[in-house]
C-alpha cells in the first residue's frame, strides 16, 4: 500500500463484504479483521487482488498473474534515471552545445522506457484505484506524466519546435517520484525499527533433546517454530532463549531487555521461567517449552504492537475524511488552474497553462496526510515495546495527554507483593491454626495468600467439601462435618474484635480463632514516580481494599494527596466512574483483582508478569511489574499525539502552500515530484526523532 488511500480502499471493501473491526496497518501491510460475510478467506483475498494489491498470509505469498520486472521502487528509479539524466542535458545547453538531445525523436526514444515503467505502475494502479472509486495520488502522477508526454509528441509531430517539447518533463515526474517513493520505504523502515528487532528475535534455531533407542539423550538442532509445548531444549552460554519454557536443571543469567527494556541480568534457577528471545549470559540450562513460538510472550507482544499500529486515534478521523476526497480535489483544481491561466490571466498560452496545471497534479500529496498519524504511533509504539511498555491500542497515546489525576493500587503495585509474616496470635494449638490457615489460602490467588502458603507449607491439609472466595473480603470454606471456616480482612470480624489493625483474621463457625500481621515493603521507586507525577501537577490517589490505617502510613511515606481505602472491587469500579466524571483518570493496579476499575479508568495501566500480558484488559501493560515506567508511558504518551500534530500541520500546511505555489507557475513539475516525494520523508524522519526525544 503507498497512501492512505490504499488503506481505505482495502478497509471500505472488507467492510462491504460484511467483516468487522477491519484494522490496517499501513506501514507494516498488516490486515486484521473478524470474519463475517458469505465469502471464504480465499475469496475475500481474491477480492483484495482485483483492487490491486498482492496478498501475503502465513501459509502462502499470492503471485501476481504477471511476474514484474522490477520488484522495488529503486530498481525503477536506476532504471529510469539512466534514461532521465540525458533528457535533463538541454537545461545545460545554453553553456555546453549539445545539438543532438535537442532532436524531437532522440528525446521520445529516451522517455519512452521511462514512461513505459511508469504507467506500468502509476497507470495500473491510477486505474483500478478509479474502477474502485477511491482514486489514489497515482492518478495525479499518471494523469500529469502522461499530459506532458502526449503534448511532447503532439508538438513532435506537428511543430517540430523545442518550445513545445516537455518529454524531460514527463521523465522527470516518474523518475523522481520513484525516488521519493524509494525514500519513503526506506524512511517507514526505519519507522519500524523497534518492532522488526522483536519480530527477528522469534525466529532461532534451537538445541533440541531427545533421546535414542538406547533412551540417550541426543541434541538436534531444530527451527524454534517447530517446538511443541514439552519439548525437552538445551540453552547454552550466550544463546538466545528458544521458546517460552520452565528450567528443569542448570542456572544461569539472563537478559530479558528485548522484553522488559531491563538490561540488568537477572539470575534464574530451577523452576523459574524464561521468555523466549531473552539473551542467557553465563550458564547451562535445561529447560521444558510451555508455550509454541505462536503463543509465546514475545509473539502477543509483536501481535498486539501490530494490532495497536492499526488503531486509529480520534485525530486521525480528520485526515482520513480530507484524504477521501483529496485526489478529486486536486485534480479540479488543476483543471480550475489551466482554465484560468489559459483563458484569464496574461499567461494565456497553451503551453505555460499546461505545465503549471501538471505542477499542481504533481507537487499534491495525501501520502503526507495519511503517513502523519501511522509513521508517529509506529515509532511511539516501538520505542514503548522495546523499554517493556505494551499500548494495547493507539488511542491510549492520544488520551494521556489529558490525563489530570493518577489512582494507584496498593499491594502488588506501589508495594512490592511480597509479604513476610509478622506477628500471629491464635485460640488454639500453633501447628492447627497454620494448618487451617494454609487449608484456607492455598485456593486464593491474593498476594497475602501466596506469601502465607510458601511460608506455611503444611503437608497434611483439611479436606473441605465445599470453598468460595469472595472478591475483597476472603475465603471461606466448609468442611464434610458441616464446620465453617473463613480468613479474611476486618470485615468477617468487625463484630468479634474492635482491633482493625491485622491483616488476616480467622474464624471457625463464626468465631474468632486467630489474627495474622503481614508485612509488605514499598517499591523503590515508587518514591520517585510519586514526585515526577508532583512536579507535572497530576493528582494522585490510593484506592485499595487493604485497611485504612494500612493505606494510610504508605500514603504518607509516598506523599500520595488522598486515600479510599477499604474498598470492594465493586466498591472501586464505582469510585474509578466518579473520579472518571470528575476529570481524566488513569489507574494503575495488578491487572487481575482490578480487572473492572482498570477497564473503567480513562487508561488503565498494569503491572504484570510478561507471561500474563495476554490475559490483562489493561490499555498499556508495564512489563516484569515494571512501575518505574510508569514515567516513560505518560511522556511517550504525550509526546506521540505532539509529534502526530506536528506531522499533520506539516502535511496541511505543505498542500495549503505548494498548491497555490504550483498554480501561479512559480515551480517546475519535475522540480514539484521531488518536493512531493521529499514531504513524506519530513513526516518520517519528525516522527524517528520520538526514538532518541526526552519525553519527560
Avoid at 168 to 182: Q, S
Avoid at 449 to 466: H, N, P, Q, V, Y
Avoid at 580 to 595: E, Y
Amino acid at each position: 500500500m503507498t497512501c492512505s488511500n490504499c488503506s481505505l480502499t482495502v478497509s471500505k471493501y472488507l467492510e462491504k463484504e460484511g467483516n468487522h473491526n477491519v484494522k490496517i496497518n499501513l506501514l507494516s501491510g498488516d490486515v486484521i479483521f473478524d470474519k463475517g460475510g458469505d465469502k471464504n478467506l480465499d475469496q475475500v483475498i481474491k477480492g483484495i487482488e482485483e483492487l490491486g494489491y498482492t496478498v501475503k498470509t502465513d501459509k502462502q505469498v499470492t503471485t501476481p498473474l504477471k511476474k514484474k520486472i522490477f520488484s522495488n521502487h529503486l530498481q525503477r528509479f536506476l532504471f529510469c534515471a539512466i534514461f532521465t539524466f540525458p533528457l535533463m542535458l538541454h537545461m545545460i545547453d545554453r553553456w555546453v552545445h549539445i545539438s543532438w538531445i535537442m532532436n524531437p525523436w532522440v528525446q521520445l526514444a529516451l522517455c519512452l522506457p521511462v514512461y513505459i515503467v511508469g504507467m506500468d505502475f502509476f497507470g495500473r494502479s491510477a486505474i483500478k484505484s478509479i474502477r474502485n472509486g477511491m482514486p489514489n495520488m497515482n492518478v495525479l502522477v499518471a494523469i500529469g506524466a502522461t499530459a506532458a508526454f502526449l503534448y511532447s509528441i503532439t508538438g513532435a509531430i506537428i511543430f517540430s519546435d523545442p518550445e513545445y517539447l516537455f518529454f524531460e518533463t514527463a521523465a522527470a515526474i516518474i523518475t523522481l517520484v520513484f525516488l521519493g517513493n524509494y525514500l519513503e520505504d526506506a524512511s517507514i523502515v526505519s519507522t519500524q525499527r523497534s518492532l522488526n528487532r522483536l519480530a527477528k528475535s522469534q525466529k532461532v534455531i534451537a538445541n533440541m533433546i531427545a533421546f535414542n533407542d538406547k533412551y540417550e539423550e541426543e541434541i538436534f538442532p531444530v527451527d524454534n517454530e517447530s517446538l511443541k509445548t514439552g519439548d525437552l531444549i538445551l540453552i547454552k552460554s550466550g544463546e538466545q532463549v528458544p521458546a517460552d519454557s520452565k528450567i528443569l536443571s542448570g542456572r544461569g543469567s539472563v537478559n530479558e531487555a528485548i522484553i522488559t527494556g531491563e538490561s540488568m541480568p537477572v539470575e534464574k534457577g530451577p523452576k523459574d521461567k524464561l521468555i523466549g528471545g531473552s539473551i542467557l549470559i553465563d550458564g547451562i540450562i535445561k529447560a521444558q517449552v510451555i508455550a509454541e513460538a505462536k503463543n509465546s510472550v514475545l509473539a502477543n507482544i509483536v501481535n498486539l504492537v501490530k494490532q495497536a499500529q492499526g488503531e486509529k486515534p480520534p485525530v486521525q478521523m480528520m485526515a482520513d475524511r480530507i484524504s477521501a476526497v483529496f485526489v478529486p480535489l486536486v485534480l479540479g483544481i488543476s483543471a480550475l488552474t489551466f482554465t484560468i491561466n489559459m483563458f484569464i490571466l496574461d499567461e494565456n498560452t497553451f503551453t505555460h497553462s499546461l505545465m503549471r496545471a501538471i505542477a499542481v497534479l504533481v507537487i499534491a500529496c495525501p501520502c503526507a496526510m495519511g503517513l502523519a498519524t501511522p509513521a508517529a504511533i509506529a515509532v511511539g509504539l516501538g520505542r514503548a515495546a522495546r523499554n517493556g511498555i505494551l499500548f494495547r491500542n493507539a488511542k491510549s497515546l492520544e488520551l494521556f495527554k489529558n490525563i489530570s489525576q493518577v489512582v494507584f493500587d496498593k499491594t502488588g503495585t506501589l508495594t512490592t507483593g511480597e509479604f513476610t509474616i509478622g506477628k500471629f496470635y491464635s485460640t488454639i494449638p500453633e501447628e492447627e491454626f497454620k494448618r487451617i490457615v494454609f487449608s484456607l489460602e492455598k485456593y486464593s490467588n491474593h498476594p497475602l495468600a501466596k506469601s502465607l502458603t510458601s511460608t506455611w507449607k503444611i503437608a497434611d491439609e483439611i479436606r473441605w467439601s465445599s470453598t468460595e472466595e469472595v472478591k475483597g473480603v476472603g475465603m471461606k470454606a466448609e468442611t464434610k462435618s458441616g464446620d465453617r471456616y473463613a480468613a479474611g480482612s476486618f470485615k468477617i470480624a468487625e463484630t468479634k474484635i474492635h482491633e482493625k489493625n491485622h491483616s488476616i483474621y480467622i474464624l471457625k463457625n463464626n468465631e474468632l480463632i486467630g489474627w495474622i500481621d503481614m508485612h509488605d515493603e514499598i517499591r523503590k521507586e515508587a518514591f520517585a514516580i510519586i514526585e515526577y507525577l508532583k512536579r507535572k501537577n497530576i493528582k494522585t490517589i490510593l484506592l485499595s481494599g487493604d485497611r485504612y490505617e494500612a493505606c494510610e502510613i504508605v500514603a504518607n511515606l509516598l506523599g500520595i494527596e488522598k486515600v479510599i481505602a477499604e474498598q470492594s472491587p465493586e466498591e472501586k469500579l464505582v469510585k474509578i466512574a466518579e473520579l472518571n466524571a470528575a476529570a481524566p483518570t488513569a489507574m494503575v493496579g495488578d491487572g487481575i483483582n482490578d480487572a473492572p476499575a482498570l477497564a473503567k479508568a480513562t487508561i488503565g495501566i498494569s503491572l504484570s508478569e510478561a507471561s500474563q500480558v495476554a490475559m490483562q484488559t489493561a490499555d498499556v501493560v508495564l512489563m516484569d511489574n515494571g512501575l518505574k515506567n510508569l514515567k516513560l508511558s505518560l511522556g511517550l504518551g504525550k509526546h506521540t499525539y505532539l509529534t502526530i500534530k506536528q506531522n499533520l500541520f506539516w502535511a496541511f500546511i505543505y498542500n495549503i502552500v505548494a498548491i497555490p505555489v504550483a498554480a501561479f507557475g512559480l515551480l517546475t513539475p519535475a522540480f514539484g515530484a521531488l518536493v512531493m516525494g521529499l514531504s513524506d520523508v519530513v513526516l518520517a524522519v519528525n516522527s524517528v526523532r520520538l526514538y532518541v526525544k526526552k519525553v519527560d
